[in-house]
């Protein structure tokens, strides 16, 4: 770790750590009696000119996680057809209808049980997803490949890395589903999504690599590959190395049922509300 000091040639020296985090730098105080030291320094023996010049420019970091509710993107699939039914100007005015929770007199035809469900799931994002607190370090999960609900080859299969968090916040998700499908889990040594594209662990060699150690999924099968939407500059390379598509699926863990669309399976067949 990188080591800076905040107090230049002046004595004692307070040496603080930046540990990389998935947010940035935070400090952390090095030594058991940095802070008993910092308590008991003299101010009377810094000069002012000295004082003026002390800064540490750092993030501090959040006590959770960054889970990218913001980069939900619901226009994405509010269809344009959509719009002449519901009696809307624009496709931020339907979105802004649905973020309302305003509903119709009538049943829409473009506007399924399935379909209003995944919105809700959606625009009730902050409830559904667990809170993740901030770390400093990994936590490895299991890695391979996981079979929900009774998987087909042909089913789609998610690929994300083996941290703990990153498994919990996905499997919130999953669990609102009976829709079979693959979670194939890449050794990134238990960092998440964004930290391991920065630490360079989630790699097409890595997730080739791990598609080929089960069998279950074939070369020449029909599955289809999606890759978290951070992970998207690998999609392509990806593609290459396995001679197949691979397509790249939202930032955010809760838009998964509006991007997997009739893949996506309600458990029970409860009514819903109907959407403007």
Partial sequence: PESVCLVGTCTPRIEYTLRRTSTGVSPVTQGQN??????????????????????????????????????????????????????????????????????????????????????????DAGKLLPTIPSLDLPRPAETGLFDLNEPAPDSPLLVTGNSQLTHEVLLAVLATTTAPMWMLSVDTGGNTVDMSLVYKT???????????????????????????????????????????????????AAELPLFLSSAWLRPGDSESPRFL
């Fill in 34 to 123: 940095a802070r008993k030291t910092a308590r008991t320094m003299k101010t009377a023996a810094l000069k002012p000119c000295l004082l003026r010049r002390l800064t540490l420019k750092c993030f501090i970091m959040p006590l959770n996680a960054d889970l990218y509710l913001d980069r939900i993107d619901l226009a994405r699939y509010a269809r344009e057809e959509t719009c002449d039914v519901c009696h809307v100007d624009s496709m931020d005015e339907l979105v802004a209808r649905l973020r309302s929770g305003r509903i119709c007199s009538g049943k829409c035809p473009h506007w399924p049980p399935e379909r209003v469900e995944a919105f809700r799931l959606a625009l």
């Fill in 202 to 252: 989630l790699t097409p060699d890595a997730v080739a690599a791990a598609l080929r150690e089960d069998d279950r999924i074939s070369p020449a099968s029909p599955t289809r590959i999606i890759l978290p939407g951070l992970a998207e500059p690998i999609a392509q390379p990806l593609a290459q190395a396995l001679g197949r598509p691979v397509e790249t699926g939202p930032i955010c």
